[in-house]
């Protein structure tokens, strides 16, 4: 079985500053991990995804993450942030086979962008 | 395309009663799932759905019921309500398997009293 932490459930950062959420995860297996925002009063969507490669990935809205596998890590970085990125981040993980597309996502880490 | 589309946006049931949560999505997907968010939790997996038909349970079936007679809708049955089951409810669809990203509505938020 899987499992997600996100080890910080609240970030704040001033606007134009960088910011890191890290997000650690347990698996016996290969998996894919997945990083979604939720924006106040709104749906997930998704910011990346790594699935196989290299392991930078970006993302949309000037996000990377970087797989990490020997520290079972998936942090998410972004070299500076805008208010508009003020929302809730959610760290997700499946293994690859057998999982019928069942996503664990962790608590989750409030980014709270400050001017 | 609307995407994922959910109604209602935000109901009050008694404990006891009833209601079914809607769920339609128009992007041919195949997959769709039912979440549940819990302030501090993230999102757990109630039921899922691999094709017209076809459902499985997720982490936490309990207290409900879904059924997928068509590609587009995937509605969510509550039959006895419980203070438990306040929370918002997310649905999602995806093409296939676990790489397809997953499209999420805008959520239904209850309170069950």
């Known amino acids: 079985a899987q499992s997600v932490t996100q080890l910080d459930s609240q970030v704040p950062v001033f606007e134009e500053a960088p910011v890191e959420l890290r997000c650690n995860y347990s698996?016996?297996?290969?998996?894919?991990l997945f990083w979604y925002v939720q924006y106040p009063n709104q749906g997930l969507q998704l910011l990346l995804k790594?699935?196989?490669?290299?392991?930078l990935v970006k993302g949309i809205n000037g996000f990377e993450a970087e797989f990490n596998k020997s520290q079972t890590s998936f942090h998410l970085r972004k070299p500076s942030v805008h208010i508009s990125d003020t929302a809730e981040y959610f760290c997700?993980?499946?293994?690859?086979?057998?999982?019928?597309?069942?996503?664990?996502f962790g608590k989750g880490t409030k980014l709270s962008v400050k001017p | 395309n609307a995407g994922v589309t959910q109604t209602p946006k935000f109901r009050i049931l008694k404990i006891g009663q009833s209601m079914t949560l809607q769920c339609a999505q128009d992007?041919?997907?195949?997959?769709m799932y039912w979440y549940r968010q819990d302030p501090g939790m993230g999102l757990k997996l109630i039921y899922y759905?691999?094709?017209?038909?076809?459902?499985d349970k997720g982490e936490v079936p309990n207290g409900y019921n879904v059924s997928r007679s068509t590609t587009e809708d995937f509605p969510l049955r509550l039959e006895l309500a419980a203070p438990s089951q306040t929370s918002v409810y997310f649905c999602?669809?995806?093409?296939?398997?676990?790489?397809?990203?997953?499209?999420f509505g805008p959520g239904t938020r209850l309170l069950v009293l």
């Open positions: 759905s691999v094709g017209a038909g076809i459902t």
């Open positions: 790594y699935l196989s490669g290299s392991t």
């Open positions: 997700a993980v499946s293994d690859r086979v057998g999982s019928q597309g069942n996503l664990i």
């Open positions: 999602a669809s995806s093409y296939s398997r676990i790489e397809e990203t997953q499209y």
């Open positions: 698996s016996s297996v290969s998996v894919y």
């Open positions: 992007m041919n997907h195949n997959y």
